[in-house]
């Protein structure tokens, strides 16, 4: 049984490796930047509420 639990923690250790290498690779880098970005790209809500002279009180 000893066995099998090593094997299972070598496999979710090397599963955890590689995701780790895929996501920080050079290849990934240019989609990463994007995607930190899409935040930012979002129109700000309360600014355009104030700009539209909606106040709900």
């Given amino acids: 049984m000893a066995i099998i639990n090593a094997i299972a923690t070598v496999l979710a ?4 490796l590689g ?3 895929w996501a920080f690779s050079r290849v990934r880098a240019q989609a990463n930047h994007e995607a930190s970005m899409l935040p930012f790209a979002l129109p700000d809500e309360f600014m355009t ?3 539209e002279g ?3 009180e």
């Fill in 13 to 16: 250790m090397l599963t955890f």
């Fill in 19 to 21: 995701i780790v290498w």
């Fill in 54 to 56: 909606g106040s709900h």
């Fill in 49 to 51: 509420e104030k700009k």
